[in-house]
């Protein structure tokens, strides 16, 4: 299983195997990562599971859709260019590796 590093505000860093398939939001939500709240259940309505992708894996990801790169625009903390709604990023191999930072706060 692909293994996706979530960094707590404190620079805790947690590394959990996520099941391909599944989204980086829902491996933080069935793992019980402090600072994804995920209110909408991941259909990129609420911005509610921003993270900051690590600049080191930001090149493992695919652009973002539009409607991701809209909700970016109300997030609680700031949006900077290494945002990302974890909702929509789906795991798959080519993630394993990959590290995201969690904001101060979702809302």
Avoid: W
């Avoid at 404190?10 to 099941?19: H, W």
């Avoid at 909702?87 to 394993?96: A, E, K």
Wanted: glycine share 8%; aromatic share 4%.
């Amino acid at each position: 299983m692909p293994k996706i590093t979530y960094v707590a505000v404190d620079g805790t860093e947690q590394p959990i195997e996520v099941p391909s398939g599944t989204s980086v939001m829902r491996g933080a939500v069935f793992n019980d990562i402090d600072g994804i709240v995920a209110q909408c259940g991941g259909n990129a309505l609420c911005a509610t599971c921003h993270v900051y992708v690590d600049e080191a894996t930001l090149d493992k990801l695919e652009p973002a859709e539009p409607n991701e790169d809209s909700m970016l625009g109300f997030t609680a903390c700031p949006r900077l260019p290494n945002s990302r709604l974890s909702c929509q990023l789906n795991v798959t191999s080519t993630l394993d590796g990959l590290i995201v930072h969690l904001p101060e706060r979702q809302y």
